[in-house]
């Protein structure tokens, strides 16, 4: 069910894939959902095959084994989840490894921490280093 398209530039028109990181347009997360419910087999990931989690538990384990293997995709993750909490310097680690890998939207967020003043202190070159990179 992997249709080769571009991906589409709206991120509303993907689904992000929390097994593997990988983003997947929603016509072909729907056409595996289909595939699926046809020939009676339990939900998976349409990448990797890895089934998806049944509870939030399963769910997070399967997140923080992404961080552990410094999956960038997870670690910005896991840092948008911590400034959600308050918890701006520990974000602030996790946005900077996930720079370090190569994630756009990691350097992104860093600069809105810089700009804001979250975790860190304001600091404009900063900032402007890191919406330059994304």
């Given at each position: 069910?992997?249709?080769?398209?571009?991906?589409?530039?709206?991120?509303?028109?993907?689904?992000?894939?929390?097994?593997?990181?990988?983003?997947?347009?929603?016509?072909?997360?729907?056409?595996?959902?289909?595939?699926?419910?046809?020939?009676?087999?339990?939900?998976?990931?349409?990448?990797?095959?890895?089934?998806?989690?049944?509870?939030?538990?399963?769910?997070?384990?399967?997140?923080?084994e992404?961080?552990?293997?410094?999956?960038?995709?997870?670690?910005?993750?896991?840092?948008?989840?911590?400034?959600?909490e308050?918890?701006?310097?520990?974000?602030?680690?996790?946005?900077?490894?996930?720079?370090e890998?190569?994630?756009?939207?990691?350097?992104?967020?860093?600069?809105?921490?810089?700009?804001?003043?979250?975790?860190?202190?304001?600091?404009?070159?900063?900032?402007?280093?890191?919406?330059?990179?994304?």
């Amino acid at each position: 069910p992997i249709c080769c398209l571009p991906m589409p530039l709206d991120i509303e028109k993907s689904t992000a894939m929390n097994c593997c990181s990988n983003l997947l347009c929603d016509g072909c997360y729907i056409a595996n959902l289909g595939r699926e419910a046809k020939a009676s087999l339990a939900p998976s990931c349409a990448l990797c095959r890895k089934p998806m989690p049944k509870t939030d538990e399963e769910l997070e384990m399967q997140n923080m084994e992404r961080v552990e293997a410094n999956d960038p995709v997870a670690l910005c993750h896991k840092g948008t989840k911590l400034c959600m909490e308050g918890d701006y310097t520990s974000a602030f680690e996790y946005y900077t490894k996930a720079t370090e890998l190569g994630d756009f939207e990691a350097h992104f967020k860093l600069a809105t921490l810089y700009y804001n003043g979250q975790g860190v202190e304001k600091n404009v070159g900063k900032q402007i280093h890191h919406l330059e990179e994304a």
